[in-house]
C-alpha cells in the first residue's frame, strides 16, 4: 500500500513540479507572483481537449499545438498585463495577476461551462492502459511511466536551458540584478517574456497530463494546483528552479501519504500548513538563498 | 480628486441627513436597502484591511480569514447559547484579535511577500477547518436560523413603567441599515483618531522606512502585532455583524475573492486614506449589483460578473495604480493642535 | 570622565568579507569624534554596530550615558535609541510623504507612552502628551532652522534642509550620543557653515556627537579627535593635526607614494 502510495505520489509531485517551475522562474526574474500561472495550466488541459475533439488532431500534435497556445498566452499575459506596471507600484501588479486568473477562470467557464470535463479516452493510444512495471502489489502502467519520462525529460531540457544557453544564463543574471543585467545590453523584456514562454509551455503540459491521469478537468482547477505549485516553490526555495523542482515531488508525496494515512478531507491543507511552516522556520526554502538588507 | 472632497464641504452633511432619512422615504426599496446594508460590512471591512497595507505597509492577503472567524464565532454563540447580540460583539471581536496575535506573532518578522503568502495560507486553512469540522460548522450545509439583532431594553422600561417591555427583535432591512450606520460610524471615528496619534504615526513610519522607524525608537514587531490585531479584531466585527444579519453562513461565503475584493476597495481608495476605503466599498459594491443585472441583459450568465469584475481591476492598476485618491493622512492635517500651529505658524510670517 | 562609548575588539563578519576586524576605541563625553577612512572601510558598519542594527560576531560595545557601564553590543535599534545612541544614515532615510512635522514627531516616540486605547478614547493625559510632541517637535525644528517648514511635506524640502530634518527627528529621541553619518554629502560650503553652526549647538546641548565625514576641511576643524579605518581595520588614531601628517592614513586616501606628496 505505501509502494502504491509512493508511486501516485510522485506522479503527482513531477506534475506539481512542472507547475512549480514556472512561477519561481518568474517570481525570480520580475518578483511577481503570476496567479493568473494556475489559469495557464488549465487551458492547457481544455485546449488539448479542444484540438483532439474539435480538430480532430492526433494526440501528439494537440500536446505540441496547446503547449505552444499556452506559451504564447504566458507572453501575452506578460506583455499586456504585467509589462506596462513594471515600474508601478507591486500591489498594482499583484491585483492585476490575481485580476487576470479570475479572468481567465471565468473566461474558460464561458466557453466550455463549469462542469468538470472527462479527458478523451479515445484520443489515448491503446499501450498506455498496459502495465509497464510491477513489484509487489504496485502496478505503473504505461500512462504513468510516460508522465514520469515526458516530466523527467522537461526537467532536464529547462536546466539545460537554464544553465546552457544564452538566453538561460540572461535570465539568471535579470533575477541576481535586473538594472546591472540590462546595461550589460540585456534586453530585458525579451528574457522576461522568454520566461514566461517556458514556465507556461511546462504548465501546460502539467495541466495535459493531469487531465489525462486523473480523466477530468474543470475550470477551477488551476486556483488548487496552483496554490499547490506556488507551496512547493516556497518549500524549495522561492526563485529556485532545482528547488521547485525539488519542492514539487516532495509536496506530491506527502499529500498523498497525507491524505492516504492522516486525514483525506485535509489533503489540500497539506499544501498549505507546509508553506506556512517553511515560511516560518526557513523562509529561504530549503534550497535557496537569504536575501538582507544594506543599512 | 481633493477639490471634489472640498466641493461637497457643506454638502456632505446634507447627504448624511439624507442617507439617514433613506428608509422612513416613502421611495426607500428593500433591494437597495440591502445592497446599502451590505456596502456598509464591506465599509467596515475595508477600513479594517487598510490598517495593514495601507498603514504599515503590509500586504495582508488572507483577510477574508478573520471576517469568516467572526462571523462563525458568532453564529455558533447565537446557535449554542442564545447569546444577545450586544455579548457576542466584543467576543467575535477578541477572538479574531487573538488569531491576529497567534497568527502574527511567527509571521511578522518576515519581509514583504513571505508574510502576504503566511495570511493567503491561513485564510485557505480557515475555510478548510469550516469545511470539514462538520460535527462544529455544519460543513457545507451551513449554519441556518441564525437569531437577528434584538434590543432588550426592557431593565430600561420597566423603571418607567412596570407593564412596558421594550424588546425588540431586528426584522427587515431597515433596523440593519442604522445598525450598519452605527458601526461604520464608529470604525471610522476610531480610525481616524488613531490615524492622529502616536499609534498613527508610529504605523506609518513602519510603512514609509522601517529601518528609519526601528531608529527613531519604534518597536516594529510590536507595532505590527498592534496593526494586525486591531485590523483581524475589526474583520470579526464586520463577520458577527455579518452574521445576524444574514441568519445564514456557510464555508464558501469565506473564500479567497472576498479577500481579493476588499483588497481592491482598499487599493481603489487610495492605501492609507480612510475616507478612500468608504468609497472603494461603495463603489465595487455597486459595480457588483449593476453588473448582476446588466449582463443578464446583454444575452450572459449572471456569474460573468466575476469575469468583468477581474478585466475591471486590471484595467484600473493599468491607469490608476496609486488609486483614486492620494494617500494623505488627513486627520493629521486638520486636528485642532495642527489648526492651531497653523496659525502660530502664519503670525510668524507676519509678525 | 568617564568615556560615554567604548568599541573594545568589535569584528563583524558578512559571509567571507570582514567588514570590521577588532577595532576599539573610546569616545570622551561632549565632544566630537570623527570616524574616517576611505570608502568601504567600515564605518557605516560601525555605527550599524553602535546602533543595533548589526551585531558584532565579535568584541563588545559599552554604552555609559549615565555612572553605569551598559553592554550594548546586540542590542536592537529601537532599544538603543530608548537607552539615549541617535543616528542619521549615510543615504537620508526620512518619511517623505508625510509632514516635516510628523517626521519629527515620531522622534519623539520614544520618550512618550500613549497606546491604542488613549488614542481612541483621547483621555486627558492623551491629549496633553499630543500637545507636548508637538511643542517638543517645534522647539527641535526651530532648533535646526526648519521651524517654518513644519507642516510641509518632507519630501518637498531642499537636499540640505532633508539632512537638517534627519537630525532634528535624531534629536527629538533625546540622545545623549549621536553619530552624525555623513552629514555634509552634498552641501555646498554655505550649507556646510550652517551645518557646523549647528553641530556646536548640539554639543552645548550636553549631546556627544560621532562624525562620519568625506568633507576633510569640515573633519580637521570641528573634530577633536579621529579614528582611522580602511578595509575594517583600524590603522591610526589620534588629534587632527597628527593624523593629518600619519604615512599610513596618506597611503590608505592616496595610494601608496602619496605620503611624500
Not at chain 1, 509487489?136 to 531540457?157: K, P, R
Not at chain 2, 421611495?27 to 495601507?54: C, E, K, Q, T
Request: hydrophobic share 50%.
Amino acid at each position: 500500500m505505501l509502494e502504491q502510495q509512493l508511486v501516485n505520489g510522485l506522479t503527482l509531485g513531477l506534475i506539481y513540479a512542472l507547475i512549480a517551475v514556472g512561477y519561481t522562474m518568474v517570481y525570480g526574474v520580475i518578483e511577481l507572483i503570476n496567479f493568473a500561472h494556475g489559469e495557464v495550466y488549465m487551458f492547457g488541459a481544455f485546449l488539448c481537449m479542444t484540438f483532439l475533439t474539435v480538430f480532430g488532431a492526433p494526440l501528439i500534435v494537440a500536446v505540441l499545438l496547446a503547449m505552444a497556445c499556452c506559451a504564447i498566452m504566458g507572453v501575452l499575459l506578460d506583455v499586456v498585463a504585467y509589462r506596462p506596471l513594471r515600474n508601478a507600484p507591486r500591489l498594482a501588479a499583484l491585483i492585476t495577476a490575481i485580476g487576470m486568473s479570475i479572468f481567465l477562470q471565468n473566461l474558460a467557464m464561458i466557453i466550455w461551462g463549469s462542469r468538470p470535463l472527462p479527458f478523451v479516452k479515445e484520443a489515448l493510444p491503446a499501450f498506455f492502459k498496459v502495465t509497464a512495471l510491477s513489484f509487489g502489489e504496485v502496478n505503473i502502467s504505461w500512462m504513468q511511466m510516460t508522465i514520469y519520462i515526458v516530466a523527467v525529460s522537461l526537467m532536464i531540457l529547462l536546466n539545460l536551458v537554464i544553465t546552457k544557453t544564452r538566453t538561460g544564463t540572461a535570465m539568471r543574471a535579470l533575477a541576481q540584478n535586473r538594472v546591472c543585467a540590462s546595461l550589460m545590453g540585456i534586453s530585458v523584456n525579451r528574457v522576461i517574456a522568454f520566461t514566461f514562454a517556458l514556465g507556461s509551455g511546462l504548465g501546460a503540459m502539467a495541466g495535459i497530463m493531469v487531465s489525462m491521469f486523473y480523466n477530468t478537468m474543470y475550470p477551477t482547477m488551476g486556483y488548487n494546483a496552483g496554490v499547490k505549485a506556488f507551496a512547493a516553490a516556497v518549500l524549495g526555495g522561492i526563485g529556485s528552479v532545482p528547488g521547485a523542482m525539488f519542492g514539487g515531488v516532495v509536496l506530491g508525496i506527502a499529500e498523498t501519504l497525507g491524505a492516504g494515512y492522516v486525514s483525506s478531507p485535509y489533503r489540500d491543507g497539506v499544501a498549505y500548513a507546509i508553506m506556512i511552516l517553511v515560511i516560518i522556520l526557513r523562509p529561504s526554502g530549503l534550497l535557496g538563498r537569504a536575501v538582507t538588507e544594506k543599512a | 480628486m481633493r477639490g471634489v472632497t472640498a466641493l461637497l464641504g457643506p454638502l456632505k452633511y446634507l447627504l448624511l441627513a439624507a442617507a439617514l432619512a433613506y428608509p422612513l422615504t416613502p421611495v426607500s426599496d428593500v433591494y437597495v436597502l440591502h445592497v446599502l446594508v451590505l456596502v456598509m460590512v464591506y465599509m467596515v471591512l475595508a477600513m479594517g484591511l487598510n490598517i495593514m497595507p495601507g498603514f504599515c505597509g503590509l500586504l495582508d492577503l488572507g483577510y477574508v480569514g478573520f471576517y469568516g472567524i467572526g462571523a462563525y464565532t458568532a453564529g455558533l454563540l447565537t446557535l449554542t447559547y442564545d447569546l444577545s447580540f450586544w455579548v457576542i460583539v466584543p467576543l467575535a471581536v477578541v477572538n479574531g484579535a487573538l488569531w491576529g496575535v497567534i497568527l502574527g506573532a511567527p509571521t511578522l518578522r518576515l519581509v514583504g511577500d513571505y508574510f502576504a503568502i503566511v495570511t493567503f495560507g491561513f485564510s485557505e486553512l480557515v475555510v478548510l477547518f469550516l469545511t470539514n469540522e462538520i460535527w462544529l460548522t455544519r460543513g457545507p450545509l451551513g449554519l441556518p436560523g441564525i437569531a437577528p439583532v434584538s434590543l432588550d431594553l426592557s431593565w430600561l422600561s420597566t423603571l418607567f413603567n412596570p407593564e412596558w417591555d421594550w424588546k425588540y427583535v431586528f426584522s427587515g432591512e431597515t433596523p440593519y441599515y442604522y445598525l450598519g450606520f452605527l458601526m461604520v460610524a464608529v470604525i471610522y471615528a476610531v480610525m481616524r483618531r488613531v490615524e492622529d496619534s502616536r499609534l498613527g504615526r508610529a504605523w506609518l513610519a513602519i510603512r514609509e522606512d522601517p529601518m528609519a522607524a526601528a531608529s527613531a525608537g519604534v518597536n516594529l514587531f510590536e507595532y505590527k502585532i498592534i496593526a494586525f490585531a486591531v485590523s483581524s479584531g475589526i474583520g470579526a466585527l464586520a463577520g458577527a455583524f455579518f452574521a445576524r444579519w444574514t441568519l445564514f453562513l456557510s464555508p464558501d461565503m469565506f473564500k479567497f475573492w472576498e479577500s481579493f475584493l476588499v483588497l481592491c476597495m482598499v487599493v481603489l481608495g487610495g492605501l492609507g486614506n480612510i475616507r478612500g476605503s468608504l468609497i472603494g466599498a461603495a463603489v465595487l459594491i455597486s459595480l457588483g449589483e449593476v453588473l448582476r443585472v446588466v449582463l443578464p441583459g446583454l444575452g450572459l450568465p449572471a456569474e460573468t460578473r466575476f469575469l468583468v469584475y477581474g478585466l475591471i481591476m486590471v484595467l484600473i492598476m493599468r491607469f490608476r495604480p496609486g488609486g483614486f485618491f492620494t494617500a494623505v493622512a488627513e486627520s493629521t492635517m486638520s486636528g485642532p493642535l495642527i489648526m492651531d500651529l497653523r496659525r502660530r505658524l502664519a503670525a510668524r510670517k507676519t509678525g | 570622565m568617564e568615556p560615554i562609548l567604548r568599541v573594545d575588539g568589535v569584528s563583524k563578519k558578512f559571509g567571507g568579507l570582514m567588514a570590521l576586524s577588532d577595532v576599539s576605541f573610546e569616545v570622551a563625553r561632549g565632544r566630537i569624534l570623527g570616524l574616517i577612512g576611505p570608502n568601504g572601510a567600515g564605518k557605516t558598519t560601525m555605527f550599524n554596530c553602535v546602533a543595533g542594527l548589526y551585531k558584532p560576531t565579535e568584541g563588545a560595545i559599552v554604552f555609559r550615558p549615565g555612572d553605569r557601564d551598559q553592554d550594548v553590543q546586540g542590542v536592537k535599534p529601537e532599544k538603543m535609541t530608548a537607552l539615549g545612541v541617535a543616528r542619521t544614515f549615510q543615504n537620508i532615510r526620512l518619511f517623505s510623504s508625510l509632514t516635516v512635522l510628523d517626521n519629527v514627531r515620531i522622534g519623539r516616540h520614544c520618550r512618550t507612552s500613549s497606546n491604542f486605547f488613549g488614542a481612541v478614547l483621547r483621555t486627558r493625559s492623551q491629549r496633553a502628551e499630543e500637545r507636548r510632541i508637538i511643542d517638543d517637535a517645534m522647539e527641535w525644528l526651530d532648533f535646526v532652522g526648519l521651524g517654518s517648514f513644519a507642516l510641509q511635506s518632507a519630501a518637498s524640502l531642499s537636499y540640505g534642509d532633508q539632512r537638517r530634518l534627519e537630525i532634528a527627528r535624531a534629536l527629538a529621541t533625546d540622545p545623549k550620543l549621536l553619530l552624525l553619518d555623513e552629514p555634509a554629502a552634498g552641501m555646498n560650503p554655505k550649507e556646510t557653515e550652517s551645518l557646523v553652526d549647528l553641530i556646536y549647538a548640539i554639543l552645548e546641548k550636553d549631546v556627544t556627537v560621532v562624525l562620519i565625514e568625506h568633507d576633510m576641511k569640515l573633519v580637521m576643524r570641528i573634530c577633536e579627535h579621529l579614528v582611522v579605518l580602511d578595509h575594517g581595520v583600524k590603522i591610526a588614531e589620534g588629534a587632527p593635526a597628527a593624523i593629518r601628517e600619519n604615512p599610513d592614513v596618506i597611503e590608505a586616501y592616496l595610494g601608496k607614494g602619496a605620503a611624500h606628496a
